[in-house]
């Protein structure tokens, strides 16, 4: 018999309790870190998991690790010269929730990695994540039966949102977006 059989009557509420905990990858790891300053080594931050800090403060030490993760895939070294390798990542919807000062932190820390990335996203960051981007992917699908990709420079994407806007006509796409990154 599995964990929700009715052979554990009265053990329902405690079963679904581990079932969460056991499902929820943040339960996965225990980590320890510790943030220090260049200068002298001291200890600015220490990390013991997520537990006690902000959102925004979980968010940075995510977007930390991944980086940190990423670095080492790729075998970077902090303030080397910019590789001559295809270093790509792509990022499926990471921002959506965050905060916008969250995202610029990551997409700086991807950008001094020289990072390039394929970041997918709802229009809703599009703002914070612009002055990153070389070129947009719009992808839609407006007869429910086939997708459509359209590419544009950034350039293209701006002088399009401005023409809407001088028009006075609605938003140049309101679907989600694949936003390549270098």
């Given at each position: 018999?599995?964990?929700?059989?009715?052979?554990?009557?009265?053990?329902?509420?405690?079963?679904?309790?581990?079932?969460?905990?056991?499902?929820?990858?943040?339960?996965?790891?225990l980590f320890s870190a510790s943030e220090r300053y260049r200068e002298d080594d001291t200890e600015y931050e220490h990390y013991a998991d997520s537990a006690g800090k902000s959102g925004g403060?979980?968010?940075?030490?995510?977007?930390?690790?991944?980086?940190?993760?990423?670095?080492?895939?790729?075998k970077l070294e902090w303030g080397?010269?910019?590789?001559?390798?295809?270093?790509?990542?792509?990022?499926?919807?990471?921002?959506?929730?965050?905060?916008?000062?969250?995202?610029?932190?990551?997409?700086?820390?991807?950008?001094?990695?020289?990072?390039?990335?394929?970041?997918?996203?709802?229009?809703q960051k599009i703002h914070v994540i612009e002055p990153y981007v070389s070129a947009v992917g719009f992808v839609d699908n407006p007869t429910s039966s086939a997708s459509r990709l359209q590419t544009l420079t950034i350039e293209e994407y701006r002088a399009r949102r401005e023409a809407h806007a001088l028009a006075g006509a609605a938003p140049v796409v309101q679907v989600p977006v694949s936003i390549a990154v270098t």
């Open positions: 018999m599995g964990r929700g059989d009715a052979a554990r009557e009265g053990q329902t509420e405690a079963d679904r309790r581990w079932t969460r905990f056991v499902t929820d990858v943040r339960n996965w790891f403060q979980k968010e940075k030490l995510a977007y930390t690790i991944l980086a940190a993760s990423l670095a080492y895939q790729f080397a010269a910019k590789s001559r390798t295809f270093q790509f990542a792509v990022i499926d919807e990471a921002f959506g929730r965050g905060s916008d000062e969250s995202t610029r932190f990551a997409l700086e820390l991807f950008e001094r990695l020289g990072l390039q990335l394929l970041i997918v996203t709802p229009l």
